[in-house]
């Protein structure tokens, strides 16, 4: 009899699957590994399974066709997919407005990433009780004028606490962002019986330390799963086309029907009305270099995956064998003659 189930967290051999209310251990059958050329591994936190319980640990059977994805390009072990969370609602983007200071290229490339698999985008602009006068309502504007949700939090002061349990509330949230913008205190905030580890920011760095290590989906006690995701520096694309970058950027998203050219990556090409728009404020400098930079990684990275390619290609194509001599005559002369004349 199989049981359905949920990866509430992925270690390196074996997955907790939550089942009925409880949480067990189980390994995933030897079938899943393979075909698996371009993802990392073959389930990730959030994927609905189904177990068989008859031994301990379990096993994994089989697992159900994914909703949405949130994922990456992964570092090192070759360019593969590395799936962070399978089957949420949104991603909760957590930026600090200081300490560390806020940057926006870590929240756009995120967002991108959560269009990119059909995930709804919310931007929490965190530590507001250590912003300027208008400096942390500058960082959320950004994102609003751009069609997200922005919120304005403190965990420490309890500020936008409300909102942000509002819009977690019922939903599967995957919650991201860089080390040290305040996740765990976050979480700590508005469900003090977590009790997750904290650390203050680097003095010698100006970073953030790591508190979580891995990915793991918790329940909140109002009704909230929350997948808890470790500071990531380098969150890059995974096999995403530069025509299909200008659609992961919203704000931009539709403006390429008023381009000159259909075409358009608005870059260099004239009549671009997204590079008007940058002119004309209406997109935000700060999104527009954010787009020019996934673009181009993107551009590099199908480059770099032909180049490759090609290389495996000539690496498997087999040694012709020689030609056969057609002139049956003078092979049999070269077989007459010694070592010396063949020469």
Same mark, same amino acid.
């Given at each position: ?7 509430i967290?992925?270690?390196a ?6 089942v009925?209310g ?7 059958r030897g079938?899943h ?10 389930f990730a ?15 994994? @059977? ?10 990456r390009?992964?570092?090192g ?8 969370v ?21 929240p ?8 990119h698999g ?20 500058? %960082? ?15 965990g ?14 019922g ?20 469900a003090p ?5 904290? %650390? ?29 995701t ?30 000159r ?5 608005h ?9 008007s ?26 480059? @770099?995956?032909a180049? @490759? ?11 012709q064998?020689r %030609?056969?001599?057609?002139?049956e005559? %003078? ?8 070592p010396?004349?063949?020469r």
């Open positions: 009899m199989l049981h359905e189930g949920r990866v967290q992925v270690d051999k074996v997955c907790h699957v939550e009925e409880r949480i067990l251990p189980c390994v995933p079938h590994f393979e075909h698996r050329r371009e993802e990392r591994r073959p936190v959030g994927d609905l399974v189904r177990v068989d319980l008859s031994d301990v640990p379990g096993a994994i @059977e089989e697992r159900q066709e994914r909703r949405t994805v949130l994922f390009a992964s570092a072990e070759g360019r593969r997919a590395q799936v962070l399978a089957n949420a609602d949104q991603v909760l983007v957590v930026a600090s407005i200081r300490d560390p200071a806020f940057s926006p290229s870590h756009d490339r995120v967002l991108a990433a959560a269009e059909d995930l709804e985008g919310i931007v929490c602009v965190n530590k507001v009780d250590l912003a300027r006068k208008g400096e942390a309502e500058e %960082a959320a504007g950004i994102y609003r004028r751009a069609g997200y949700p922005a919120l304005l939090t403190s420490l002061r309890g500020d936008g606490l409300a909102e942000l349990r509002a819009a977690l509330e939903k599967v949230t995957v919650l991201a962002g860089s080390s040290g913008v305040g996740k765990s205190t976050l979480l700590n905030a508005l019986g977590l009790d997750l580890r904290v %650390a203050p920011v680097s003095e010698r760095t100006g970073e953030g330390r790591h508190t979580t290590t891995g990915v793991r989906m918790v329940r909140l006690p109002f009704g909230a799963l929350v997948v808890d470790p500071g990531i520096r380098n969150f890059a694309l995974w096999r995403v086309e530069a025509a299909d970058v200008r659609l992961l950027f919203r704000g931009m998203r539709g403006l390429e029907r008023r381009c050219f259909p075409s358009c990556l870059c260099e090409e004239p009549g671009c009305a997204v590079r728009a940058v002119k004309r404020g209406k997109v935000a400098p700060s999104r527009y270099a954010s787009y020019l930079e996934v673009l181009d990684e993107c551009q590099r990275e199908r480059k @770099e995956s180049s @490759e390619g090609r290389r495996e290609g000539r690496a498997r194509t087999p040694r064998p %030609a056969p001599i057609e002139d005559d %003078a092979s049999e002369a070269g077989a007459r003659r010694g010396r004349e063949r």
